[in-house]
């Protein structure tokens, strides 16, 4: 048996039907704010009273570092979500069941045993803004749902040892979904390695499934990259690849198996958007979204990308930036150097859509050959020159000074034209491989809330 770990928002059930599974599987119950309470010697409201939320969330570390890791049901706390290492802790060679409960059921529930306030809102409105504040993080935590709002204790176990024995996937989805991914450009191995998954015999109905969407998406790395993070966290799912011309065809294979997230690459970045239920903030913003969450029938874009970007520069800001290129990861780009207050003019070969792009994002654009008037001190590529197999590079050799810093955001090959000219020309230089890092550690935080150390990731892609 594995551990069974139930989240979700006070009021939706956690205790309650953690003890019944508990009975039911004959197995240990875990309830962290038992153990909060008992390891200070005081009850929760009296920690959140006396020390505030900050020494709870400590408290509840510690105890979530010290739970079995195997035979037991652990009901958490309503906000453990937000801490990615108690998420790092939780999720090791455990099954996540996500308990959800309408608003009214919630406030009805909480106005019978009333909890310690987490804001200065009142009642109702406060369960709105936490849930809607945690929604990303509970996502993360879950691998299978149960609305609580209409059923009893016994019936949502019911649904839940359910699951743990079939799944959530039916054998006629397996067999239709393989035959897919069979019949797709999928290397043999990784095919052998589907079948083996979704097929067996034997197969473990419990594994989740990922996958990077695209056309042709054979170059990527985050097939390797993924399952190599899951094997470090413990966590049972495997990584593939949806490789299809039709991202319809693909989010319904990616329903039929009941996956758990999709990194969108091109060309679907813009086209993903139309089959989202929820989409961030800075995905709307670009214009494009690069990860998909599925959770409890809601599905979640988000753009990674600009993060991914964003990162390497955070020295950078206020930077005379010029970006080349206004296609979609320009977009990206734009929005990640003017969240970092930096004076942005875009060139690009087509002047039309550097205005077009510099008129929504409230920047500056010139013609592409304007660039030796701007004497900037930031300069990114964010056009595909230099990529392989082709070897010109945006900018001539004499136009780089040893006081540029030079990012490229092609990254294959790692050490690009510009890359090799901006080296020898002594400017500091940025590989578009650090975005592939760092927008891929933000991805793995919105698959599972966990927060992989930029070493880890780099060891395994080096
Ligand atoms: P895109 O939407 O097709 O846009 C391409 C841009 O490059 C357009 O502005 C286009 O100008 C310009 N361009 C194309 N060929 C050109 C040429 N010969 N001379 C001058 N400008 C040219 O592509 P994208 O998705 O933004 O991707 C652009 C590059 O970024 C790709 O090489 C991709 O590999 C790289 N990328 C890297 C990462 C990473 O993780 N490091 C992530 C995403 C993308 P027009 O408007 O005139 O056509």
Not at 112 to 132: G, Y
Not at 185 to 196: G, V
Not at 272 to 297: H, K, P, S, W, Y
Not at 354 to 360: S, Y
Request: overall charge neutral; some cysteine.
């Amino acid at each position: 048996m594995k551990r069974i770990v139930l989240f979700g928002y006070r009021g939706t059930g956690k205790t309650a039907i953690g003890t019944v599974l508990a009975r039911r599987l004959e197995v240990a119950f875990v309830d962290t704010d038992a153990l909060i309470e008992k390891k200070s010697g005081r009850t929760i409201p009296e920690i959140f009273q006396d020390e505030g939320e900050e020494r709870f969330r400590i408290l509840e570390r510690e105890v979530i570092a010290g739970l079995p890791v195997s035979d037991c049901i652990v009901s958490t706390g309503g906000g453990v979500v937000m801490d990615q290492s108690n998420m790092e802790q939780l999720r090791a060679t455990s099954v996540c069941v996500l308990l959800t409960a309408d608003l009214a059921t919630i406030g009805r529930r909480l106005a019978r045993a009333p909890r310690p306030p987490l804001t200065s809102l009142p009642p109702k409105e406060e369960i709105a803004a936490v849930i809607t504040r945690r929604q990303c993080n509970y996502a993360a935590a879950a691998d299978f749902c149960v609305d609580t709002s209409r059923t009893s204790t016994e019936q949502a176990a019911d649904q839940i040892l359910c699951f743990l024995e079939k799944g959530t996937i039916s054998v006629v989805d397996r067999k239709s979904a393989f035959r897919w991914f069979a019949a797709s450009p999928l290397p043999a191995h990784e095919q052998e390695q589907l079948k083996s998954l979704l097929v067996g015999p034997p197969c473990d109905p419990l594994t989740r499934f990922l996958g990077v969407a695209g056309w042709p998406c054979g170059h990527s790395k985050s097939p390797l990259l993924f399952n190599r993070l899951f094997e470090r966290y413990r966590l049972n799912c495997h990584y593939t690849r949806f490789w299809d011309t039709s991202i319809r065809t693909i989010m319904e294979r990616a329903r039929e198996i009941d996956a758990k997230g999709l990194s969108i690459t091109i060309p679907f970045k813009q086209e993903v958007m139309a089959f989202l239920d929820e989409i961030d903030a800075a995905g709307q913003q670009i214009g494009a979204v690069n990860t998909v969450v599925f959770a409890c029938g809601t599905t979640y874009g988000s753009n990674t990308d600009w993060l991914g970007i964003r990162k390497p520069l955070e020295n950078h800001s206020g930077s005379r930036a010029v970006l080349l290129g206004a296609g979609g990861v320009a977009a990206a780009a734009a929005y990640a150097l003017l969240d970092l207050d930096m004076d942005v003019t875009i060139l690009n070969r087509t002047p039309e859509k550097a205005c077009a792009l510099a008129e929504r994002f409230g920047c500056h654009w010139r013609a592409w050959d304007a660039f030796d008037g701007i004497n900037p001190d930031f300069v990114v590529n964010a056009t595909p020159l230099g990529m392989q197999p082709d070897t010109s590079s945006p900018l001539r050799d004499d136009q780089l000074k040893k006081e540029m810093t030079v990012f490229d955001l092609v990254y294959t090959p790692p050490v690009t034209p510009l890359i090799a000219a901006a080296r020898k020309a002594g400017c500091t230089t940025i590989t578009g491989t650090e975005v592939f890092i760092h927008q891929a550690r933000e991805q793995f935080r919105l698959f599972f809330g966990i927060d992989v150390p930029e070493t880890v990731i780099r060891e395994i892609l080096a």
